[in-house]
């Protein structure tokens, strides 16, 4: 399974190049952006999801690191792959249903994302239910930036919901530099962003704090961790409320 883990992740990390080459040869664009740059960004932020599982997957045996693992890497593949279909194509991936094959391609990719949160969800309980051999503030802080990738999850689900991630406007148009998240109207997808990232950051934290040798480093991550969960729950509201984070 690391095997297979690690071949997906340079897969992905030398597609990274490749699309650089494409948007700047491809002068297409798509939503105000050109149609190469949502790709670039899919491919890097998968890429760290997955050295991130593969970390967290070092203690699990037996099933769930199969199944995790095998079917986090596929899910993630393909769809990064619908993703990058839909910019060659030059149509958005994401609630893209103007024709039977656009509304395939989306459903498939709400399937695999479905599968993924799931897997995800698994991985939690699993280290929920064991200790692994870390420092208590590192331990905490993994279960925390799971538990906030799944709360990131749940906002890519109120977007299906509104089909689509900008409120207040139609989805495209002015935007930030390279992020284009919308600088005329809310945008949820700002904290799902900061919300799956906690993947990464809570559980570092988690070792920060064991490293400076903190005698309730537990709770100086549960409390960080929370105040992470508050910050993108008002992102959340923010977007919902039709304001911009940047106008």
Not at 50 to 79: D, F, K, N
Not at 142 to 147: A, L, T, Y
Not at 191 to 202: E, K, P, T
Not at 205 to 227: F, I, K
Request: aromatic share 12%; glycine share 12%; charged share 10%.
């Amino acid at each position: 399974m690391t095997r297979f883990l690690t071949l997906t992740i340079n897969l992905h990390l030398a597609m990274i190049p490749v699309l650089l080459l494409l948007a700047w040869l491809d002068p297409r664009e798509l939503a105000g952006a050109n149609v190469w740059w949502k790709p670039v960004k899919f491919f890097v932020s998968v890429t760290l999801y997955l050295m991130t599982v593969r970390y967290l997957l070092q203690w699990t045996t037996g099933r769930a690191r199969s199944w995790i693992g095998y079917g986090i890497a596929v899910t993630m593949t393909g769809e990064n792959a619908a993703v990058s279909g839909q910019a060659w194509r030059g149509v958005p991936s994401h609630f893209n249903e103007a024709s039977p094959f656009d509304g395939l391609v989306f459903a498939l990719m709400g399937v695999l994302i479905l599968i993924n949160t799931l897997l995800l969800a698994w991985l939690f309980v699993w280290h929920c239910r064991n200790r692994v051999p870390t420092g208590p503030g590192q331990r905490w802080g993994i279960r925390w930036g799971i538990f906030a990738t799944l709360f990131a999850s749940a906002i890519g689900g109120v977007m299906i919901a509104y089909q689509g991630h900008t409120i207040g406007a139609p989805d495209g148009g002015t935007g930030l530099p390279f992020l284009n998240w919308s600088s005329r109207a809310g945008d949820l997808r700002i904290a799902h962003f900061v919300g799956m990232h906690g993947l990464q950051l809570l559980p570092l934290l988690g070792w920060a704090v064991d490293w400076s040798g903190s005698p309730r480093g537990w709770l100086l991550v549960a409390v960080a961790a929370l105040a992470y969960l508050l910050v993108t729950g008002l992102l959340m509201l923010q977007a919902l409320g039709g304001k911009p984070l940047v106008a």
